[in-house]
């Protein structure tokens, strides 16, 4: 499931808030990836780069990126979309996998102008991955924002990338395609419609409560009260903890949120299950090339007492950069 939601005015600065909702944990650990880093397609290898921009993500069971914000101010969040259809594989055009979909556009630009713009020029395939775990194959979509307010969502259907690309496209949830989710918003009270601002966990519900509160939020005073209000609205939007339904597998809860302040560069994370909220300052990190990539583990110690809080910037652990899941041989 999930929800994303930009706030582009808090006092200056442009903050984006998600919830990560998933059926079961995601073993999610925050990393560090510095510049100059080589990468390829986890496909073919056909299509490589190094990256020019150095980035923080949370990750997926340590091999794909599903959240995370680059030093340029460019965010990237994987949400669940049922509908999406990558189409069959076309080995003539570039193709990028879908656990290093989101890395790809952090890694090489600094806009949202410019990575829409690529998508469109580049006609590239997604490559869908099973879980190594489960076998279950996930179906998402992509959204981005940046540092001036930008954003674009894109989804894979009928086998082609649609990318809607407007900054008044603040809110993204999952289910119908975001077209479809447009519309239904216009039949709500206070955006066209009549029908009351609805109350379920249904996505197109979630779309319409977060575009509501986000558009109702009090000027900030400082930086602290501005994650404080985007927090408040993408909890609004959070799924409860449920009990599990054979029917209705595909039910979520929400497992973490992120705050990510694309102009004042810091990342804030929020577990569910854990009691501390823990931040990163982008001033705090080496980004440059041949700096040592990092690993926050937050598997590790969630009590109390010795869980990760606060600042976090100084204590992301040397270590190989993550290793993304790759289409087998």
Known sequence: MCTRVIWPDAAGAVLVGRNMDYHRDTGTNLWLLPQGIERNDGVSGSLSWTAEYG????????MMSVDGMNEAGLAGHILWLAESDYGSRDTSKPSLSMAIWLQYFLDNFATVADAAAWIVDSDVQVVPLGDPATGEVPAVHLALDDATGDSAIIEYLDGKATVWHDRDYRVMTNSPSFDKQIELLKEVDGFGGTKPLPGTTLASDRFARAAYYVGRLPEPKSEVEAVAGMFSVIRNAAQPFR?????????????????????????????TTRPNVLW???DKLDFSVGAQAGKLDLMGDTSLEGGLAGNVSRRFEETPPMQFLTLPA
């Open 55 to 62: 980035s923080v993500v949370a990750g997926a069971f340590d």
């Open 243 to 271: 009990i599990p339904d054979p029917d209705k597998p595909y039910a979520s809860q929400t497992i973490w949120q992120t705050v990510s302040d694309l102009t004042n560069k810091r990342y804030v994370f929020d577990s």
């Open 280 to 282: 990163v300052d982008f």
